[in-house]
């Protein structure tokens, strides 16, 4: 198994996943609330990648998340705060989520064998679907408006890092060996150390700090959301 990491959805281009697992993540906020809304009982997602696509569902009845530059759009019915999906709110209930980076990426790289939603409240369940399928990674940073971004970057280092552990997968670039040392060297500090990101930062100025320390727990959630068509679901074991 090889393992390949994409810092910028504006880089996919250059990478052959047809064939692979590809891994989105938006460790703040997009696929952490993607996890947190299945893990609290949502029956499934549709990402979209524009406000208009957004908006036309709203027009038709859906439940709508949606997004940009931090705050939630005036039309939705959640944001894009982890802490907006609760129970009581989403259990049963089919979701469309349009975000300024994550959902862009999504839609981006589903022409794969697999696409598969990470961030590091899944990151043990997700190790746990990628090893069971057994083919070559892409792993794909939203990023911040096709910029490289910290905090994904760090994520895709430690997911690299983990499947690394097991016995016949290797990383298949300096891209991916570059994100292990980054993780390493950060791994014992990390949550300070992403406190200083950009991302971090603009988020705390709009007051979404709880936000930050919620997206930087390890492996709370055994969900594993994936793309079936233009659906996001968790397999029912």
Known sequence: MQIEICFSPSLIHL????DSVV?????????????????NGASYIIPVATEQEALAYKSLGHLVGAEQATERCSFADFG?????????????????????????????AADCYQLLIGAFVNLQALTERILSLGKDVLIVCSGANGRICLEDSLFAGALTSTLLAEDGVEAASDGARMAVA?????NRDFSNILMQSEHARR??????????????RRSIFGVVPELQGDKLIVRKE
């Open 15 to 18: 990478y052959e996943h047809r």
């Open 23 to 39: 891994v989105v993540t938006d460790v703040f906020r997009a696929t952490t609330t993607i996890c947190t809304a299945f893990a």
């Open 80 to 108: 894009n705060s982890p802490s907006e999906y609760s129970v009581d709110k989403v259990n049963g209930k089919a979701i469309v989520f349009m975000t300024t980076n994550g959902t862009k990426a999504i839609k981006g």
């Open 182 to 186: 980054l993780w390493h060297q950060a």
């Open 203 to 216: 988020l705390i100025q709009h007051g979404f700090r709880a936000d930050i320390n919620y997206c930087l």
